[in-house]
């Protein structure tokens, strides 16, 4: 199948970036948790999550639009790149003011004990990391999948130096982190405009067409982007609104743990996105998108199984004895990850060959409605253990549902989506087959 020729390349090329990023970032993880210990961790990581959480509740569809109408070639680069400098310059001056215009309110609530500059650090990143989104999606759209993970291990690497130097050549604390994390981004924004700019020339001019064709797509499935997001998050401020910034650091920790399982998956998700998006029958996108989840679930329960014991000895190791209390809640995390990591798999093939982003998004409600109600539950009592079980419980019932789901408009069991086949394992001698192609020529001679 000739959709399947580039999937493995650009799976190798990206697991091995991706290695060296996931590294890379967790070091540079470490030293930030390590080092501002945990209440000033908790408000670290409110400030990052306001920043993601606003450029996922304000990306308007626009990431998921920009890949699948460049993967089927609809738009052009120039006139794609415009229309998201553009949407995400608005959505950035939007959300200041209404920070702003609110910023009373929100210190006496879900950023209370937070210093009001930092917040307003966060959202005023907000252009720059939407319009790194938006750039992350072209790319994907153009199947430029090796460029964009050379781009990211830049990013990783900058942030390391960075972070580095603020906390510990000049020991800034607090400030010298969120400095640190804003600078990167603000960098990394403008080599990707560099970059993008030199392959098609952004031309100052807004194709209305494609703009409202882009958005009215997008908003399809962002209505869902929305609700995920919502269950995604609202844990952490809840709990900063209930318990403070510490148990935020507590949880923070685990979060970031079981998160990076998914981003083992990023390789997987980038090569195989631009194949489904624009496979020529749904046949054939059935045929990757089953393949690929089997692998994902597989693989994340493997990992899955094997952290869970380990947990306390590896957060000891890590981050130090101060942040055991965040094992518990990474073990019941462990638990739901695993069906994230397939539904980012099987939201590309609902989206772009099924064509039910509607449906999905009332799905991803369903489940921001059983969150939020099993949050205001949980926490208050149970602190970080209670945010985690809010969670994994979330994922349990979405996934269930999601199963359901697909078996009845697609015909795909959950055997075929989740239990992988003996013929399955034919696919890592593959992968290993092609790890030779890019072993340099005088190794391979050695070795012979």
């Given at each position: 199948?000739?959709?399947?020729?580039?999937?493995?390349?650009?799976?190798?090329?990206?697991?091995?970036?991706?290695?060296?990023?996931?590294?890379?970032?967790?070091?540079?993880?470490?030293?930030?948790?390590?080092?501002?210990?945990?209440?000033?961790?908790?408000?670290?990581?409110?400030?990052?999550?306001v920043?993601?959480?606003?450029v996922?509740?304000?990306?308007?569809?626009?990431?998921?639009?920009?890949?699948?109408?460049?993967?089927?070639?609809?738009?052009?680069?120039?006139?794609?790149?415009?229309?998201?400098?553009?949407?995400?310059?608005?959505?950035g001056?939007?959300?200041?003011?209404?920070?702003?215009?609110?910023?009373?309110?929100l210190?006496?609530?879900?950023?209370?004990?937070?210093?009001?500059?930092?917040?307003?650090?966060?959202?005023?990143?907000?252009?720059?990391?939407?319009?790194?989104?938006?750039?992350?999606?072209?790319?994907?759209?153009?199947?430029?999948?090796?460029?964009?993970?050379?781009?990211?291990?830049?990013?990783?690497?900058?942030?390391?130096?960075?972070?580095?130097?603020?906390?510990?050549?000049?020991?800034?604390?607090?400030?010298?982190?969120?400095?640190?994390?804003?600078?990167?981004?603000?960098?990394?924004?403008?080599?990707?405009?560099?970059?993008?700019?030199?392959?098609?020339?952004?031309?100052?001019?807004?194709?209305?067409?494609?703009?409202?064709?882009?958005?009215?797509?997008?908003?399809?499935?962002?209505?869902?982007g929305?609700?995920?997001?919502?269950?995604?998050?609202?844990?952490?401020?809840?709990?900063?609104?209930?318990?403070?910034?510490?148990?935020?650091?507590?949880?923070?920790?685990?979060?970031?743990?079981?998160?990076?399982?998914?981003?083992?998956?990023?390789?997987?998700?980038?090569?195989?996105?631009?194949?489904?998006?624009?496979?020529?029958?749904r046949?054939?996108?059935?045929?990757?998108?089953?393949?690929?989840?089997?692998?994902?679930?597989?693989?994340?329960?493997?990992?899955?199984?094997?952290?869970?014991?380990?947990?306390?000895?590896?957060?000891r190791?890590?981050?130090?004895?101060?942040?055991?209390?965040?094992?518990?809640?990474?073990?019941?995390?462990?638990?739901g990850?695993?069906?994230?990591?397939?539904a980012?798999?099987?939201?590309?093939?609902?989206?772009?060959?099924?064509?039910?982003?509607?449906?999905?998004?009332?799905?991803?409600?369903?489940?921001?409605?059983?969150?939020?109600?099993?949050?205001?539950?949980?926490?208050?009592?149970?602190?970080?253990?209670?945010?985690?079980?809010?969670?994994?419980?979330?994922?349990?019932?979405?996934?269930?549902?999601?199963?359901?789901?697909?078996?009845?408009?697609?015909?795909?069991?959950?055997?075929?989506?989740?239990?992988?086949?003996?013929?399955?394992?034919?696919?890592?001698?593959?992968?290993?087959?092609?790890?030779?192609?890019?072993?340099?020529?005088?190794?391979?001679?050695?070795?012979?």
């Amino acid at each position: 199948m000739d959709n399947l020729t580039s999937i493995p390349k650009n799976t190798i090329i990206g697991f091995a970036i991706n290695l060296i990023i996931f590294a890379i970032g967790a070091l540079t993880n470490i030293l930030i948790v390590r080092i501002l210990g945990p209440k000033d961790q908790g408000i670290y990581f409110m400030v990052v999550t306001v920043n993601y959480m606003i450029v996922s509740l304000g990306n308007m569809g626009l990431g998921i639009a920009n890949t699948t109408f460049l993967a089927q070639k609809k738009h052009s680069i120039s006139d794609t790149h415009f229309n998201s400098i553009i949407t995400a310059v608005s959505i950035g001056g939007i959300c200041i003011a209404l920070y702003l215009g609110s910023q009373s309110a929100l210190e006496f609530t879900i950023f209370q004990g937070i210093d009001p500059l930092y917040v307003l650090s966060g959202i005023a990143l907000v252009p720059f990391t939407l319009y790194m989104f938006f750039w992350n999606s072209i790319m994907v759209g153009l199947n430029a999948i090796i460029l964009l993970n050379k781009i990211l291990l830049v990013q990783t690497l900058l942030s390391f130096l960075l972070v580095f130097a603020a906390l510990i050549a000049f020991k800034l604390g607090i400030n010298g982190a969120i400095g640190a994390w804003v600078l990167a981004n603000t960098i990394s924004a403008a080599i990707m405009f560099y970059l993008l700019h030199r392959i098609d020339k952004v031309k100052i001019s807004v194709n209305y067409s494609a703009f409202k064709e882009s958005i009215f797509f997008g908003l399809k499935s962002h209505v869902g982007g929305i609700a995920g997001y919502i269950w995604l998050r609202l844990d952490a401020f809840l709990l900063n609104m209930y318990h403070g910034a510490i148990a935020v650091g507590y949880y923070s920790v685990a979060v970031n743990l079981t998160e990076m399982l998914w981003r083992f998956m990023q390789p997987f998700y980038n090569a195989i996105t631009p194949k489904i998006a624009g496979a020529a029958t749904r046949q054939e996108s059935e045929v990757l998108t089953t393949k690929v989840t089997r692998h994902v679930f597989f693989i994340l329960s493997v990992v899955a199984i094997v952290l869970a014991p380990l947990s306390p000895l590896l957060i000891r190791f890590l981050y130090g004895s101060e942040y055991l209390p965040a094992y518990k809640p990474m073990i019941i995390l462990l638990v739901g990850t695993v069906g994230i990591g397939v539904a980012m798999i099987t939201s590309v093939y609902f989206v772009c060959q099924l064509k039910r982003p509607g449906f999905l998004s009332f799905l991803a409600w369903i489940n921001a409605i059983i969150n939020i109600a099993l949050c205001f539950v949980l926490i208050p009592r149970y602190v970080a253990v209670g945010a985690a079980m809010a969670s994994t419980l979330t994922y349990i019932i979405g996934f269930l549902i999601l199963l359901i789901v697909l078996k009845t408009i697609s015909g795909l069991t959950p055997s075929m989506l989740l239990f992988i086949k003996r013929g399955d394992f034919s696919d890592y001698l593959n992968v290993f087959a092609n790890i030779r192609q890019f072993v340099p020529f005088f190794v391979r001679r050695k070795a012979l």
